[in-house]
Nanobody, 112 residues
Framework: VQLVESGGGLVHPGGSLRLSCAAS????????IVWVRQAPGKGVEWVST???????VYEDSVQGRFTVSRDNAKNTLYLEMKTLKPEDSALYYC???????RGPGTQVNVSS
């Protein structure tokens, strides 16, 4: 089982980014996957979940700004982030709920 995030970077407040999470060793369509983030000096914060059925749920502060999706053919998940705020700056991870497999993360920095 392997997950690898990509797509992070530096963006101005109000900007957008799309993160990707490429999975291998299992089919993403069969498992619940979460996006979590961790800012420096803070704990891990849950951001969003997409379950095996494709249903999604979001943490209140990102609701309406972030959208999670997946491409089963590519075995890849995405986190579309819009109207980014400085408080969204963090290391973002995708994680398979069963077994808590997590990728190395991708850094998002929102700053003017």
């Amino acid at each position: 089982v392997q997950l690898v995030e990509s797509g992070g970077g530096l963006v101005h407040p109000g900007g957008s980014l799309r993160l990707s999470c490429a999975a291998s060793g299992f089919a993403i369509s069969a498992y619940d996957i979460v996006w979590v983030r961790q800012a420096p000096g803070k704990g891990v914060e849950w951001v969003s979940t997409i379950n095996a059925a494709g249903a999604t749920v979001y943490e209140d502060s990102v609701q309406g700004r972030f959208t999670v999706s997946r491409d089963n053919a590519k075995n890849t998940l995405y986190l579309e982030m819009k109207t980014l705020k400085p408080e969204d700056s963090a290391l973002y991870y995708c994680q398979r709920v069963l077994g808590a497999y997590r990728g190395p993360g991708t850094q998002v920095n929102v700053s003017s």
